[in-house]
């Protein structure tokens, strides 16, 4: 596969959620992370996994106390290819910004956002996907790209396939029905079992005026406020605090959605979120395999024992875990975090309670 | 109840065992931490105990690694009061150099030996077991005191009732017909259910004289050895290396059993030789009542989210717990312990695993 001209990744690298707690803080997010143990951040393997399809047409839109660990990670951008966001403002004002600055780089530009903290295993399968998602996008809709069910997941927002497209070079693509929440497990259960839903990955192919004037429909000032910064980067700081923080799938998806202007391209290629601990463990075993008790870091200084599950040993002590399934330990050095896979989506629980108590330093 | 002029307690402060680690060390052993939260040692909760019995009539003998720190925590005992052992011998020998040393002092003199880091709640209950014994220990038997099993333990020693003696003085005190190892489950429900067995929780009452000549029917030169030691101090590093390996059950109390010369004062006054964290556990909940996760230190530093079991928070660092029950997490500065307590007494063998990997820094 060859890179497509006018095609632009957008990298919104951003939220940096608590339920991998203690490894990412609001300091240092996932995303910087080698989580997966492959030598790469996970910012740094969606870079990798993108740069076959777009070459150096990437945007990195990440915040600002986050922007020099970026440029660390990928010196090859360069300066205006990183936007540093003063405020968090969720996910549509930091791709309509990027749409609002690519319009004016090159103004038919196809841009393609992905998040820079997901996982993907098969990558010839993503590429073309992309590459469909795409041919669909030049028509003038905003296309997501649905996920194949692996379980009944309750952690996702689902896809309700319509109609399939006749689109040319497309040849999976369908016609968006409804995006729905997350379900309950009865729900998820008859989504999967139905076969008409797919998993929204937050994935989204879209020309970038064709964004900014689905935005300029539901949310006309905020449209013209992205519009503006991108005109004159120097307002950025006075304009950006006051912009409506909203994900794109309320902003847009889900209004386009009704209006029977979004199209989904089904995929089925590994995807992970790793939303939480379990989730991880997911990942390396399907990508190692399942061992006895999965060792993230600090493999020497950890002792199993009739034990299963994950440790990562980040602070140079001993960790010896005796008889425990599926448990989950994460040493790091001002904070130790015991749990199960079970109950890994719990974690941000912890957090709350951290803050509660005024321990912000260790969030 | 008034002090005995010609009784003396011995506490053997030895036996650093493993089944605590990582709080307990080889370099710092049980019997010198608050384990229990009563801001006292085991070995000062032992001497406290003993002390109305027995006002000023103490030895402590330790190893010579812990001299100071037993020291430090009995700043009353004198220079002659602590006897360090060049290495540990088991504890025959400690006992029985105890034993040649006081007769040398008081030609009459009863020894109690108690573990330094056993707990016993109910004292009263506790000092009149022991004036029983000391009466029968007048007439010249080896006197232990036999503690009612509360659950079929399985990691104890029993000792099975025979006749009751008639003693005045020990209106409770029976013969001793015969010591039995540590059962299996089944054979402990039947020991129990007889009522004819008491848990062997290592205490003696005894003449000092008496003991050294019992010892003398079985070990001869070992009751030589320590007499020559108790005589010339000096000889003590060059005799203790060559002294028998051994526990007092075996060299004194099981072969006197089966001559017929021990007697068993029954008692039931709340005693835990804190074997592992299990045990620990069950005796904060007996003191305190049973709480949804206790901590022994660092309270401030524990975050718990549906959890219960035992946390020690000894490093400074936040220790969170999702979603576990009967967890322990032992967390020091240097080595974490997660386990259960179903599991507990399985430490032990994440020792030998440090140990094997040349990590004796660590145990």
Same mark, same amino acid.
Request: aromatic share 6%; hydrophobic share 45%; no cysteine.
């Given at each position: 596969?060859?890179?497509?001209?006018?095609?632009?990744?957008?990298?919104?690298?951003?939220?940096?959620?608590?339920?991998?707690?203690?490894?990412?803080?609001?300091?240092?997010?996932?995303?910087?992370?080698?989580?997966?143990?492959?030598?790469?951040?996970?910012?740094?393997?969606?870079?990798?996994?993108?740069?076959?399809?777009?070459?150096?047409?990437? =945007?990195?839109?990440?915040?600002?106390?986050?922007?020099?660990?970026? !440029?660390?990670?990928?010196?090859?951008? @360069?300066?205006?290819? #990183?936007?540093?966001?003063?405020?968090? @403002?969720?996910?549509?004002?930091?791709?309509?910004?990027?749409?609002?600055?690519?319009?004016?780089?090159?103004?038919?530009?196809?841009?393609?956002?992905?998040?820079?903290?997901? #996982?993907?295993?098969?990558?010839?399968?993503?590429?073309?996907?992309?590459?469909?998602?795409?041919?669909?996008?030049?028509?003038?809709?905003?296309?997501?790209?649905?996920?194949?069910?692996?379980?009944?997941?309750? /952690?996702?927002?689902?896809?309700?396939?319509?109609?399939?497209?006749?689109?040319?070079?497309?040849?999976?693509?369908?016609?968006?029905?409804?995006?729905?929440?997350?379900?309950?497990?009865?729900?998820?259960?008859?989504?999967? @079992?139905?076969?008409?839903?797919?998993?929204?990955?937050?994935?989204?192919?879209? /020309?970038?005026?064709?964004?900014?004037?689905?935005?300029?429909?539901?949310?006309?000032?905020?449209?013209?406020? =992205? !519009?503006?910064?991108?005109?004159?980067?120097? !307002? =950025?700081?006075? =304009?950006?605090?006051?912009?409506?923080?909203?994900?794109?799938?309320?902003?847009?998806?889900?209004?386009?959605?009704?209006?029977?202007?979004?199209? #989904?391209?089904?995929?089925?290629?590994?995807?992970?979120?790793?939303?939480?601990?379990?989730?991880?463990?997911?990942?390396?075993?399907?990508?190692?395999?399942?061992?006895?008790?999965?060792?993230?870091?600090?493999?020497?200084?950890?002792?199993?024992?009739?034990s299963?599950g994950?440790?990562?040993?980040?602070?140079?002590?001993?960790?010896?875990i005796? /008889?425990l399934d599926d448990v989950i330990v994460?040493?790091?050095?001002?904070?130790?975090?015991?749990?199960t896979?079970?109950?890994?989506?719990?974690?941000?629980?912890?957090?709350?309670?951290?803050?509660?108590?005024?321990?912000?330093?260790?969030?």
């Open positions: 596969m060859t890179s497509i001209d006018d095609f632009w990744a957008v990298i919104p690298a951003g939220g940096s959620g608590t339920r991998l707690w203690p490894l990412s803080r609001r300091s240092s997010p996932k995303f910087l992370h080698d989580l997966t143990g492959t030598g790469q951040s996970l910012l740094r393997a969606t870079w990798e996994r993108l740069v076959p399809l777009v070459e150096d047409r990437v =945007l990195v839109v990440t915040g600002a106390a986050h922007e020099d660990a970026v !440029r660390g990670q990928l010196p090859m951008l @360069r300066r205006d290819d #990183v936007v540093a966001e003063p405020l968090p @403002r969720d996910s549509m004002p930091a791709i309509g910004l990027a749409a609002a600055i690519l319009e004016r780089r090159d103004p038919g530009a196809i841009l393609g956002a992905f998040h820079a903290d997901h #996982v993907i295993s098969d990558l010839d399968a993503f590429r073309a996907a992309v590459a469909e998602a795409i041919a669909v996008a030049r028509t003038g809709d905003l296309v997501t790209i649905g996920i194949e069910p692996t379980h009944p997941a309750t /952690g996702f927002g689902y896809i309700k396939l319509g109609d399939r497209l006749d689109v040319p070079g497309a040849p999976s693509a369908h016609r968006v029905d409804v995006f729905v929440e997350k379900p309950d497990a009865a729900t998820a259960e008859s989504y999967v @079992r139905s076969g008409e839903y797919r998993w929204n990955a937050g994935m989204f192919v879209v /020309g970038a005026t064709t964004l900014l004037e689905l935005l300029a429909e539901t949310h006309p000032e905020l449209a013209a406020n =992205l !519009r503006i910064i991108a005109s004159d980067p120097r !307002r =950025l700081h006075d =304009l950006w605090p006051s912009l409506s923080k909203i994900a794109i799938d309320h902003a847009v998806a889900e209004p386009a959605a009704a209006a029977g202007r979004v199209a #989904v391209v089904p995929a089925s290629f590994g995807w992970n979120d790793i939303g939480d601990f379990s989730s991880l463990a997911e990942v390396l075993d399907q990508a190692h395999g399942t061992p006895t008790l999965r060792v993230i870091t600090g493999v020497d200084d950890v002792v199993s024992i009739d299963s994950l440790v990562a040993a980040d602070s140079g002590r001993a960790v010896a005796v /008889g994460i040493d790091t050095a001002d904070a130790l975090l015991v749990t896979k079970e109950r890994a989506q719990d974690v941000k629980k912890v957090v709350d309670e951290l803050q509660q108590r005024g321990r912000s330093d260790l969030t």
